[in-house]
């Protein structure tokens, strides 16, 4: 890709899910990943990126379950994993995303189903005939081997001849920015060498599929944000299928190709960055990626267009008819806190409600307003961070907040 | 690429130093080994350089034909012997106890403390007690040569005991316990996702073992190897008894000095340099084994 086409599509595309409200105030980035900016783009979520995709199959799961004596870790799930594809399996801790990794990786046997990579089905072959390749939450680097004995392990188990393991090991300590540390003992590394070593290790092997469980955990959070561009653009450089297990979301939106959110054993969505935030399918999604209002609403009339809801004790939201099914009479919604249009004096918009500011959160670049909307309704507002000006927004106020129908997302509905 | 990132950050600060708390609460433990360790080990020093008499006192005149008798054949055709047998015994309870051990270190917890537990048992009935159960089972008309003449696996008798072979079997007896616990605590400090990053970057399991597992455990091998050697060595009842005295090592030779010989200072001189032999043998390992740990 030449640098003009690099640059129109950083320009072009904003990120969809920047928190950064002011567009004349840019984040200040240092050259080099500014670079990356550029060269990260097309972002996943462009349907015309989407299209450069492969849409090769790499990876199939047909009905995959694993039961431990009574808990089914994982259940009947059924994933489709693309050549070249950054999959993120997101999900809280216990939710079986890990097990999910461990039956790739082939430290587990599914109970029931099949795994295929290539076409090939690989249930029940040992980890050590698989082309798949680990890195490890604990990185899980031999303590008594230097980095380079470490990183060319997997080579020597593969008898690969010693000048080629040489030569693919010191390729390997370029590609993560450690040439020159091979003669290193791991404990003489930080936490941050030891993860790129273990990245190397894995990488050296030409896996098919990588995968990565929860590898950025152990970092604090400036080198976790620098590692995640990283590893995201060292994926696009070598074309190979990342799977990625976190329980971050803000990781998960910022990496991912697409998103597979797993909840008790079983995927909930799976979908683009974009699609889960704009339109989570269920209140789990919705609530454990970013922060969501999710309301019960019972529909009051509806004529086709427009639906009236009511939120209870008189507080009524306009949606489109188009989200509700014919018949529905209930309907759990999501509203984005960011969505939330905070304003002094009462704008002429619908769904707008008068509403008191029973907090007032500060959170660095945004302020989290909690409005007590008249009713008893509760509302999470986000807004630019204002703190420090006249017009600051201050428990006690009294405000009028809006939200768009656009902005409305129905989750669940009977 | 990206900027380099944070420089390693070296674990800083010496060795911590007992302060006076310290001291104290160490106290009781050094009076202990100053008036039962240094003080006897430096009577054995100083007698090993003296004479005895007629009747086997002790006579403080200096001398070091103690330690030129030493040299004398029959001395290091025993010693030379001790070392054989305490080598075998090693090897066998390390073949014996690695599995063990590790086993038990990777067991599950609960399952964990009922191997341990069942593995300290036997402790809790004396040693001599232990040492004569297996005489009257190994005796000609004993329990295990009946069961081998019963299924026709043996001809005539079992004529095992007082023989190497039932000295060599009643110190892998003894000592196995000491092969497995250090072995068991090195596994169970095994984080299992390093064989799972060995069998996931292509090892066998047999390769897993040979380049990951066995060099991981290598503290609790040496510490095994110097728990079973050393003592094994210089053990005197087990070969008194199951050897019948018929193979004497050098821990009886010694016994024998204190004892019937009445030759105290020829006996010193043989623990002197006994001990001087672990002392090397031990730095040696030790030193080994911190450069395997770094």
Known sequence: MSASESADAGAAVPRPYSTNLNPNVQTPHPDTQLEWEFRLAPLPAMPECAAALSKETMVELRGVSKRFASVTAVDAVDLTIHKGEFLTLLGPSGCGKTTLLRLLAGFEIPTSGQILIEGQDVSNIPPYRRDVNQVFQSYAIFPHLTVEENIAFGLKMRHVPREERRRRVDEALELVSLAGLGKRRPQELSGGQRQRVALARALVCRPKVLLLDEPLSALDAKLRQAMQLELKQLQRRLGITFVFVTHDQEEALVMSDRIAVIHCGRIDQLGTATEIYHSPASAFTADFIGEANLLDATVVSNNGVTAQLSLGDGAELNVRSALLRPGTTRALLSIRPEKLYIARAKPAKDNTFKAEIAEEIFRGAMDELRLRVAGGLQLMAMVANESAHEHAWHKGDTVFCSIHTDDIVVVEQK | ?294
Not at chain 2, 152 to 160: D, M, N, S, V, Y
Not at chain 2, 170 to 190: C, D, Q
Not at chain 2, 239 to 253: E, F, R, S, Y
Request: net charge neutral; hydrophobic share 50%; proline share 7%.
């Open chain 2, 1 to 294: 690429m990206a900027a380099a990132p944070a420089p390693s950050d070296k674990a800083s600060g010496g060795k911590r130093r007992p302060g006076t708390t310290g001291w104290l609460l160490l106290a009781p433990m050094l009076l202990w080994l100053l008036a039962f360790v240094v003080v006897p080990t430096a009577f054995l020093f100083v007698y090993s350089f003296c004479q005895r008499d007629e009747l086997g006192q002790v006579v403080f005149s200096f001398t070091g034909t103690n330690y030129a008798r030493i040299l004398d054949p029959v001395y290091l055709g025993i010693f030379g012997r001790s070392l054989w047998y305490a080598a075998l015994t090693t090897g066998i309870c390390l073949v014996v106890g690695y599995p063990v051990g590790y086993y038990i270190g990777r067991s599950p917890p609960q399952r964990r403390s009922l191997l341990l537990l069942l593995m300290m048992i036997p402790f809790w009935i004396s040693f001599l007690l232990r040492t004569y159960a297996w005489l009257s089972l190994l005796k000609g008309e004993g329990l295990v040569s009946s069961l081998l003449q019963w299924m026709h696996l043996l001809a005539g008798p079992l004529e095992i005991l007082y023989t190497p072979e039932a000295v060599v079997l009643g110190l892998v007896y003894t000592y196995l316990p000491f092969m497995i616990l250090p072995i068991f605590t090195s596994a169970e400090k095994l984080d299992n996702s390093m064989i799972e990053a060995a069998l996931d970057l292509g090892a066998s399991p047999v390769r897993a073992f040979t380049q990951v597992i066995i060099p991981l455990t290598k503290p609790g091998i040496f510490a095994g190897v110097l728990l079973v050697f050393v003592p094994s060595i210089g053990m005197f009842a087990v070969t008194d008894l199951m050897g019948g005295a018929k193979v004497p090592m050098i821990g009886n030779v010694i016994q024998n000095q204190f004892g019937q010989a009445r030759d105290w200072p020829f006996g010193a001189a043989l623990g002197v340099t006994f001990l001087a032999l672990f002392a090397l043998a031990f730095w040696f390992l030790h030193d080994r084994g911190e450069e395997e740990a770094r």
